[in-house]
């Protein structure tokens, strides 16, 4: 889109910009960069890039801005590469399988892409230091006098509850803003957050509510939980569209299953309360009782956060569970993709959920996820999921051992729903989006 003369998107890319020399993305780092690219490719003419330096918002020149984006593109799809070699290594000894099974391309392809990514690792810092010595960045208010048209764009959460980006969005410093909505765990949920989160998330959504053009949900669970909070707290509700988050390609594509892989299990996600882990690891402990050494493996995917130690001792105490569970965090996609179709099956026993992105990758793959009864994973799964309580031990034991065996039909009959199941891509995400900034245009264009 070729905009018009001071006709702009005003993109907040704080947290990409801060996150730079970070190896590997999370979940909402993954989607910021999505609009960083997309942005870049359909809106280059018009797309401004604010980052909050020191607590204040700034306009980064955008030639500098574009080189950091790159740079952590390079340096998110190498690094893991260069980590992951051990990792391979370790998951191949212990499900028993192949190294072939698990990666794109031989070892040396691997070390070669490693060392292409520790120099462009090297080359981020260079450029991470030298441009911030190098950037003249206008406040945003100077940026924004005379301004007739803009629409301020924040996908991720980061700057809500800066007072400083509150006052210039009241103030009338746009004509418009689009918001995109994660969840509301630390308002709903506290328990499962940091001290602190939930006061910081309740800012975020008072600025939401005070200066929200267009919302764009995740999903349809949190649109509502969204709508019944602001008509609790009295808080205006601004328009609000579903926009689901996009499948990687990597996610979409259908391999081969490798022949005669023993069976295991994956879990994705970080290791924290209220992804349920320790339910996890005691449904494991209980499968090794019963099951001896045929008990199926389990992978967990996923970074150590917050509050985890009972989860953390049983995987590093518990001998009985010490031959049959593995950690293995910041694998690349191509691996986990591997990983997850190879696999008996993906598990995912979360208390609560804003989207959860892993349950519908594992659908892309063609491989079962057998999920919690939680109402956001029933919307993206529906009849193509198991769903069981999440406190119902005896229950998951039961499709566990199910899903072990590849030819029970438990297992053949939801392989055979979800072999044509369609994930959607960024692409069909971001034409919501795109729809949403054609209908703010159109509407400063008619004030």
């Given amino acids: 889109m070729r905009a018009e003369s001071k006709n702009y998107l005003i993109f907040d890319c704080t947290r990409l910009f801060l996150r730079t020399l970070n190896n590997t993305p999370t979940g909402i780092d993954r989607v910021e960069m999505a609009y960083a690219q ?97 950037i003249r960045p206008r406040r945003i208010w100077a940026f924004n006098r005379g301004l007739r048209r803009s629409i301020y764009i924040n996908v991720s959460h980061e700057n809500l509850d800066n007072v400083h980006i509150a006052r210039w969005l009241e103030r009338g410093g746009v004509s418009g803003s689009i918001f995109m909505v994660h969840d509301l765990i630390p308002i709903t949920h506290p328990e499962y957050v940091i001290p602190g989160a939930p006061k910081r998330h309740i800012r975020r959504l ?115 569970i010490r031959s049959h569970v593995i ?43 057998i999920c919690s009864n939680i109402d956001v994973l029933h919307e993206i799964g529906g009849k193509l999921i198991e769903r069981l309580d999440p406190l119902d031990g005896p229950a998951w034991i039961e499709a566990i051992k199910e899903y072990t065996h590849i030819q029970a039909p438990r297992a053949q009959l939801m392989r055979t729903r979800i072999a044509h199941y369609r994930a959607l891509r960024w692409a069909d995400h971001m034409r919501i989006f795109d729809n949403a900034v054609a209908d703010l245009f159109k509407a400063a264009l008619a004030a």
């Fill in 38 to 134: 997309h942005l870049d490719t359909h809106y280059r003419h018009c797309t401004r890039y604010l980052v909050t330096l020191n607590g204040y918002p700034q306009i980064i020149p955008t030639p500098v801005m574009r080189k950091f984006i790159t740079a952590t593109q390079a340096v998110w799809n190498d690094a893991p590469v260069a980590e992951s070699a051990n990792a391979i290594e370790r998951l191949s000894n212990f499900l028993d399988v192949p190294e072939t099974v698990l990666r794109d391309g031989n070892r040396q392809e691997g070390e070669r892409r490693g060392r292409s990514a520790q120099r462009k690792l090297s080359a981020a810092h260079i450029l991470f230091r030298s441009a911030l010595g190098q």
């Fill in 206 to 320: 008072e600025t939401i509510a005070r200066n929200a053009s267009c919302i764009l949900a995740n999903s349809r669970y949190t649109k509502d939980v969204l709508t019944t909070y602001l008509t609790e707290q009295n808080l205006t509700i601004p328009h609000a569209r579903i926009a689901p988050l996009g499948v990687e390609d990597v996610f979409g594509r259908r391999y081969e299953q490798a022949a005669e892989v023993p069976p295991y299990f994956v879990c994705v996600g970080t290791v924290e309360p209220r992804k349920n882990h320790t339910f996890l690891l005691q449904v494991w402990a209980r499968l090794v009782d019963e099951m001896g050494q045929s008990a199926p493996k389990l992978v967990i995917v996923g970074r150590r956060g917050w509050e985890n130690e009972n989860t953390v001792d049983l995987l590093e105490r518990a001998p009985n």
């Fill in 327 to 369: 950690e293995s965090a910041n694998l690349p996609d191509p691996v986990l993709s591997r990983l997850i179709v190879n696999s008996r099956g993906t598990l995912f026993p979360s208390y609560v959920e804003g989207y959860g992105l892993p349950v519908a990758e594992s659908l892309a793959l063609g491989t079962p996820a």
